[in-house]
C-alpha cells in the first residue's frame, strides 16, 4: 500500500546528486568560564570538495581522527559547515528556507556506527522504523504499519520481530533494524559511517551485500565512511583518501587500488592483510604520529611522515593534479 506524499523522486537531473566545494569545519577551542575566550580551533575539514553522483558510491578513507565522520555530519546538516558549499541537486542548501531543509532532510539519511547506541531500546522496533514516517507526517497508521512490515522483509528479519525491543537482538541484526528505519522515507543518498565496523567479520558481508541490494532497488547513492580499506574496495565506485582534514587522493577504486599515487594512500593499502604474504610488495611503514589538528603542519600536512618530502614540501600547500581522472594533492607529480 503506498503512502501518500511518499513517493518524491524526480527525473534525473543532470548535474552531480551532491557536490561539495571547499568544505572547511574547525571547531573553536575556548578557555574560561563566566567570559570564555577563544584560544584555538581543531581544523577538523579543512577545505575539501568533491561530488557524488546519482547511484553512486563514493568510499571515504583514512586513520581515525582525519575528519572523515565530521565530513558526513556536515552533509546532512548535523553539524554546521564553518565556510564552503554543499550543493544537493544543484541547490545550494544554505540558500533553503526552514521547510525546504525540512524536506531536504527526507533525503539525506544516516546509518550509524554503532547498532547498540543508535536504537532507542525502550522503543519497539516497529515504533523505531516508524518514527521518521511520523515526524513527517506521512500516511496513516494502517499505512505506517505497513511500511514496517515491507522494510523488516527488504532487510532480511521477520516481521514479527516488530514488537520485540533492541536488546533481543545481535548487532548485525540491530543494524539491518538501522538500515531499515534510513530507508523508510525512500531518500535518495545515505550517509554510512562505518556502518560494519563493530560488527563480527563473518555479519559484515551480509550488511555490505544488503546494502548494495537496496542500492540496486531504490536508486540510492551512499558516501561510505571506513578505515577498512577491504570493505571499501568491495562497495565503493570512487575512494577519497582523506588525511588530517585534506582529500590527499580521489579516483575510481580500479586506478586507486591498482596504483596509488599519494605516498599516503600506499602506506595505507600496504598495511592491508593478505593470505600470501610472500608475494606482496614491500609495506610502507610510516614513521611518528599523526600531527595535531589544532596546530596542523605547513605545506603539505603529510610531509613530517613522508620519505619523500622536500623543501617545497614544507613550505607550499600541494596543487590539485588530474591525471586522466585520477586525482592527487602531492608535489611529486607537479
Known sequence: MPIRGFDRRSASTACALLQVQNLVK????????????????????DGISFKIDSRETLGLVGESGCG???TGRLLLGLEEVTSGEVYYEGTDVSSL???????????????????????????TVESIIMEPLEIHRLGTRRERKQRVIELLMKVGLD?????????????????????ARAIVLN???????????????????GIINLLQDLQEEFGLSYLFISHDLSVVK?????????????IVEMANKRDLYSNPLHPYTRALLSAIPVPDAKGKEKRFVLEGDVPSP???????????????????CRLENPPRLDINGHEVWCHLYA
Open 234 to 246: 568491495h562497495i565503493s565506485n570512487r575512494v577519497a583518501v582523506m588525511y588530517l582534514g585534506k
Open 159 to 179: 516481521p514479527k520481530c516488530a514488537s520485540r525491543y533492541p536488546n533481543e537482538f545481535s548487532g548485525g541484526q540491530r543494524q539491518r533494524i538501522g538500515i
Open 187 to 205: 531518500p535518495k543518498f545515505i550517509v554510512c559511517d562505518e556502518p560494519v565496523s563493530a560488527l563480527d567479520v563473518s555479519v559484515q558481508a
Open 26 to 45: 574547525h571547531f573553536p577551542i575556548k578557555k574560561g568560564i563566566l567570559r570564555p575566550i577563544q584560544t584555538g580551533s581543531i581544523k577538523a575539514v
Open 294 to 312: 589544532i596546530n596542523p603542519p605547513s605545506g603539505c600536512r603529510f610531509h613530517p611522515r613522508c620519505a619523500h618530502s622536500t623543501d617545497v
Open 68 to 70: 572523515k565522520s565530521t
Open 97 to 123: 528556507s526552514k521547510p525546504e531543509v525540512r524536506e531536504l532532510k527526507k533525503d539525506m539519511q544516516l546509518v550509524f556506527q554503532d547498532p547498540y547506541a543508535s536504537l532507542n531500546p525502550r522503543m
